[in-house]
């Protein structure tokens, strides 16, 4: 069955210092990959996204994912966090094979606490 | 502004009485989709649009029905909810239904069912 992973539930990280979200992915032929983030009482919002090129992507808010294909990962990163970054962080795939519904593939969600 | 607007924010109903949430947007997208958002389970698709007068089933339509008769609105109807439908719900939209194409999400409805 195709799946999305993201294997934290939650991540810790010290403002100022880099983060790393996970997320990996089982799906049949070329995916493309998708990042949302949903801040509290808010919908989710895009980030950024993977369709082909640069496997370093750069999105909103100095974010950034980087497509590694051979480990089939897409994991986001920002090189220096901010506190206003606390939120929870979807990945989504949707594969290029699926049938004609277009539908996104959704991780479990990572939530981000950037601690002052 | 380019947004997704879902009514009502918040809504408490009891069980077995019929109630929906409304959705428009102001894009002119033509895919819309209802999603349901469970703690650790992530976003599962209930139903989806590619047009007017074109819907079909999600991953967990039970339960709940839709209807698009005009391009910018996509109601979800729950008949007779039930306390499992209790749940944060999201309605979202997209230029097209192309692969490469982001969506745009309204800011959530949570429903208690009791």
């Known amino acids: 069955a195709q799946s999305v992973a993201q294997p934290e539930d939650q991540v810790n990280v010290a403002e100022g210092n880099p983060l790393t979200v996970k997320c990996t992915y089982s799906v049949s032929g070329n995916p493309y990959l998708f990042w949302y983030v949903q801040y509290p009482n808010r919908g989710l919002q895009f980030l950024l996204k993977y369709i082909t090129g640069d496997n370093l992507v750069k999105g909103s808010y100095g974010f950034e994912a980087e497509f590694n294909k051979s480990q089939t990962s897409f994991h986001l990163k920002k090189p220096s966090a901010l506190v206003s970054d606390s939120a929870l962080y979807f990945c989504a795939v949707r594969p290029e094979s699926m049938d004609s519904n277009y539908q996104l593939i959704w991780g479990a969600g990572t939530k981000l606490i950037i601690k002052p | 502004e380019a947004q997704v607007t879902q009514n009502p924010r918040y809504l408490i109903t009891v069980t077995g009485k019929k109630l929906t949430v409304t959705c428009s947007q102001n894009?002119?997208?033509?895919?819309m989709s209802w999603y349901r958002q469970d703690p650790g389970l992530g976003l599962r698709q209930i139903y989806y649009s590619m047009n007017v007068e074109v819907t079909d089933k999600g991953d967990v339509p039970e339960g709940y029905k839709v209807s698009r008769k005009e391009k910018r609105n996509f109601p979800l109807i729950l008949e007779s909810p039930s306390p499992n439908q209790t749940s944060l719900y999201f309605c979202?939209?997209?230029?097209?239904?192309?692969?490469?194409?982001?969506?745009?999400f309204g800011q959530g409805t949570r429903l208690t069912v009791v």
């Open positions: 894009m002119n997208h033509e895919y």
């Open positions: 979202a939209s997209s230029l097209s239904p192309g692969t490469r194409i982001e969506a745009f």
